[in-house]
């Protein structure tokens, strides 16, 4: 069964950085495409970052410059790292994994998610 | 930037039917994908590829799409079909993922 699970949430400054972590079960980080997509209390989904299988990555205008999403291979883990953190980029954030191999490919797997709150 | 509009919500009796709409500019050019979110859980995709349900889903789940709108159906509405549903596709012009606005059903 496949499974994510997100972890490094939790409560920083404005300010400040962070890096959230993913980790796969029965599920390659290298071989499909794997997208950070957040929700902030009481609001919609909104997606962040994307990785390709290769080398490409994708951005959200609201984070691109701050953002930057990365894999670890070896251990089937997908990064986030986040800087210049903002009190609007206190959500939920979630770990999506997708089966197919194209940017229009959905977002067949999720995690539970974890959350950050930017607070001073 | 790019926008997929939906109606914030809609309401349906059990054993009905409900119907969600999902409009963007040229949507019938993309590839939509449809996911259901209850409160407190982590989104669950629906339908993918516009009209193809995931294993698991219940056949009372479809969805259409044509020129200007996609459209998510759910039929013989049950109380656990209650929760938010959101439209989504890649917009190839900005290289991003796009969530719709939202719609959450409700089942009187």
């Known amino acids: 069964e496949v499974q994510l699970v997100e972890t490094g949430g939790g409560l920083i400054q404005p300010g400040g950085s962070l890096r959230l972590s993913c980790a796969a079960s029965d599920f390659s980080v290298s071989a499909n495409y794997m997208t950070w997509v957040r929700q902030a209390p009481g609001r919609g989904l909104e997606w962040v970052s994307l990785i390709s299988t290769g080398v490409k990555t994708y951005y959200a205008d609201s984070v691109k410059g701050r953002f930057s999403i990365s894999r670890d291979n070896s251990k089937n883990t997908l990064f986030l790292q986040m800087n210049s953190l903002r009190v609007e980029d206190t959500a939920i954030y979630y770990c999506?994994?997708?089966?197919?191999?194209?940017?229009?490919?959905?977002?067949?797997?999720w995690g539970p998610g974890t959350l950050l709150t930017v607070s001073s | 930037s790019y926008v997929l509009t939906q109606p914030p919500s809609v309401s349906v009796a059990p054993g009905k039917t409900a119907r969600i709409t999902c409009g963007g500019d040229?949507?019938?050019?993309?590839?939509v994908h449809w996911y259901q979110q209850k409160p407190g859980q982590a989104p669950v995709l629906v339908i993918y590829y516009d009209r193809d349900r995931p294993s698991g889903i219940p056949e009372r789940f479809s969805g259409f799409k044509s020129v200007d709108t996609a459209t998510l159906t759910i039929t013989r509405v049950e109380a656990g079909d209650e929760a938010d549903y959101y439209c989504q596709v890649w917009h190839s012009s900005s290289d991003h993922y796009v969530f719709g606005t939202g719609t959450k059903v409700t089942v009187l």
């Open positions: 999506a994994g997708s089966a197919g191999y194209s940017n229009s490919s959905p977002l067949n797997y």
């Open positions: 040229n949507i019938g050019s993309k590839t």
